[in-house]
């Protein structure tokens, strides 16, 4: 499987992203697909996640309400970003697992995409 975030960048604070990552060499809609970040100095940590039929939806409490996963037919995942904080300045992972259960885990996801820088100025 084949993974490729776009969509970073900077923005102000109070500004919007939206996140894409397009996934290949495995049919889609077998795997779960999950978010995670990383800012520099701190350990990889979970954002969002969504199970391979999206009905179920796990967010970090750091962005519940703010930050919106979802899922396309075809090959994609995105995470809708709104009400930016200075805070959510990290690189962004998409990964996807191919187990049964939906984690938050960062071990329980089996492929990782290259990351996309997200800036977000005060």
């Known amino acids: 499987v084949q993974l ?5 960048g900077l923005v ?13 060499g495995r049919t889609f809609s077998t795997f779960g697909m999950g ?5 520099p100095g ?3 940590e ?5 199970s391979r039929s999206g009905g179920s939806i796990y967010y970090a409490d750091s962005v519940k309400g703010r930050f919106i996963i979802s899922r396309d037919n075809a090959n994609t ?3 809708q970003m709104n ?3 200075p805070e959510d300045t990290a690189v962004y992972y998409c990964a996807a697992d191919t187990g049964v259960v939906l984690t938050t885990k960062a071990y329980g996801y089996d492929y ?5 820088q997200v800036t977000v100025s005060s």
């Open 4 to 8: 490729q975030a776009s969509g970073g």
């Open 12 to 24: 102000q604070a109070g500004g919007s992203l939206r996140l894409s990552c397009a996934a290949s």
């Open 35 to 39: 978010w995670f970040r990383q800012a």
């Open 42 to 44: 701190k350990e990889r």
């Open 46 to 50: 979970f954002v969002a996640a969504i």
């Open 77 to 79: 995942v995105y995470l």
């Open 83 to 85: 009400s930016l904080k």
């Open 112 to 116: 990782w995409g290259q990351g996309t």
